[in-house]
């Protein structure tokens, strides 16, 4: 073969091997944009996922919380409502300890 035409063949392979490359280099970046772009949505999902389950416990805790105060609430009342009525026996046994207390003291001084 002649030498121009080994040249010629050379610059031509040349030439397609650089566009091999440009090819390869171009889907290279398409690829790596590509990846970034599904790491951002995996991420975006994942802080809304995370969003989402801290509304969930969050509410759950509140539930909780709600549940106990009305439990505690409960129990004050009907403690409330025992020592209400305990007073209320006792204000008669209390009434004549103090009017025999002032009896005494009445007497005691005559």
């Given at each position: 073969m002649p030498r121009p035409e080994v040249l010629k063949q050379l610059s031509s392979a040349e030439e397609e091997a650089?566009?091999?490359?440009?090819?390869?280099?171009?889907?290279?970046?398409?690829?790596?944009?590509?990846?970034?772009?599904?790491?951002e949505e995996i991420r975006t999902e994942a802080e809304e996922e995370a969003r989402a389950l801290k509304e969930r416990e969050l509410?759950?805790?509140?539930e909780e919380i709600d549940a106990e105060c009305e439990r505690v609430l409960r129990e004050g009342k009907q403690e409330r409502e025992a020592l209400a009525d305990r007073a209320k026996t006792n204000v008669g046994e209390v009434t004549d300890?103090?009017?025999?207390?002032?009896?005494e003291d009445v007497n005691a001084q005559t």
């Open positions: 650089d566009k091999i490359v440009a090819l390869a280099e171009q889907d290279r970046d398409e690829r790596i944009a590509e990846a970034r772009e599904r790491a509410e759950a805790a509140r300890h103090v009017v025999e207390l002032f009896q």
